[in-house]
């Protein structure tokens, strides 16, 4: 039997007491073609995401804030307008790390309610870009974001999800993000 090499990878397996290929890896179920090993790997290794696909979106927030300018039109009723820029690193390894950058504003109320709402562009390396909305207050939980559509791969995408952040200091929080978005 012929001696197949891809990549610099033997497809078959030499025998080391007679020499011959064998053609079979073992494995505790019996026996398997060696060419079946690699191609086994291919089916659970991350592959690029295509239309119709749905992407998970859970990992780590890393955020700096721009601006927070604070305006207070009456006693304890303050205005601001923010900015910020977040990387977004996942939990998934193999899935492309993302720059953010945010746009919003917040309405903090005499009673100690506030809210806030704006939008973010998601920067990959690739060059395409992912839009969202999100929202916060001290009504929620946690506090959402919908995916809008984007560029490139996120052109017409969907989705949405939750996320959560402490501040650590005047300007940077972190959090994470728990979300999906399917690509049209």
Excluded at 58 to 73: Q, R, S
Excluded at 158 to 166: H, L, Q
């Amino acid at each position: 039997m012929p001696k197949f090499a891809t990549a610099g990878l033997d497809l078959f397996e030499t025998a080391p007491s007679s020499g011959r290929s064998t053609g079979y890896a073992g494995t505790a179920h019996g026996m398997l073609p060696r060419f079946c090993v690699p191609l086994m790997f291919l089916i659970v290794a991350p592959c690029a995401a295509m239309a119709g696909d749905t992407i998970s979106e859970t990992g780590a927030l890393a955020c700096v804030t721009d601006k927070w300018d604070e305006k207070e039109p009456e006693k304890g009723h303050k205005l601001v307008d923010y900015a910020s820029r977040c990387i977004i690193i996942p939990d998934d390894a193999a899935s492309p790390k993302v720059t953010e950058s945010c746009a919003g504003k917040f309405e903090y109320m005499p009673d100690e309610s506030w809210k806030g709402s704006g939008s973010c562009t998601d920067t990959y390396k690739s060059g395409d870009t992912k839009t969202i909305t999100w929202e916060e207050g001290s009504h929620l939980k946690e506090y959402s974001y919908k995916v809008t559509g984007g560029t490139g791969k996120f052109e017409g995408a969907t989705g949405g999800g939750s996320y959560m952040y402490e501040n650590l200091t005047d300007t940077l929080s972190g959090g994470r993000q728990k979300g999906q978005v399917k690509l049209r």
